[in-house]
């Protein structure tokens, strides 16, 4: 795929992340990476004013450094080092989904109350400790909670997924939120029954290649 092309995707999906309701103005923003490069929608522009060329290129050994007309989004930390740390990470799609956020503001994270849960790499999704936006703090908590993970909730702030593509994390960030409220839901009724670490691997070898395609 070209770059233009990516940077196009990136701005469909930044569309597409408020028309599905995870996502509110512009406080969410996705990266691609392409080449030994980052792609990242820019900083407090709203996505339907976005032209390509305001998407902003960061190199992935780079410590901010950025080409663009517009900054980065302020979260081009976490994004960065999820890129430049993993191999399988080609897109991270970050947001303030209403029922992520509203279990990350409670601080829990998310048990083994669905099968689904399978689908982001183990039997929980985890919370990242709170830290300022955008700060190296963050960073840290990210990554830490996306360890062996596709998601993780962000203490008082929102949610993060990671995909091999674009399709794959949005996918995991729409998963993720029905996953939240269902698990929210539960709560009203006494809490959810929670599968098994060998019924949560079972699912996960059956899972292989679930969900959108590349
Ligand atoms: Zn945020």
New binding site residues.
């Given amino acids: 795929m070209s770059e233009l092309n990516v940077r196009k995707e990136i701005i469909e999906y930044c569309l597409e992340m408020n028309a599905l309701g995870i996502n509110q103005g512009t ?3 996705i990266s691609a990476k392409y080449g030994d490069r980052m792609l990242i929608s820019p900083s407090a522009t709203p996505y339907s004013k976005c032209k390509p060329e305001m998407i902003a290129s960061m190199p992935l050994d780079g410590d901010g450094e950025w080409d663009g007309p517009r900054k980065p989004s302020t ?1 081009w930390r976490f994004h960065l080092a999820l890129h430049s740390t993993r191999d399988d990470v080609q897109s991270v799609v ?3 989904p209403i029922y992520c956020t509203t279990l990350a503001m409670a601080r829990k994270t998310i048990p083994a109350c669905h099968y689904m849960i399978a689908a982001f790499g183990g039997n929980t999704i985890e919370l990242a400790d709170y830290a300022l ?1 955008g700060s190296a703090e963050l960073n840290r908590h990210v990554l830490k909670a996306m360890k062996n993970r596709t998601a993780c909730l ?1 203490a008082n ?2 949610m993060c997924t990671v995909g091999e593509s674009l399709e794959k994390a949005m996918w995991r960030a729409v998963e993720l939120e029905t996953l939240a409220h269902q698990y929210f839901n539960t709560l009203q009724i006494g809490g959810p029954v929670l599968l098994s670490d060998r019924q949560i691997a079972a699912t996960a070898k059956s899972m292989s290649g679930y969900g959108v395609q590349d």
């Fill in positions: 406080s969410g923003n979260e970050h947001a303030h936006f962000m702030h929102g």
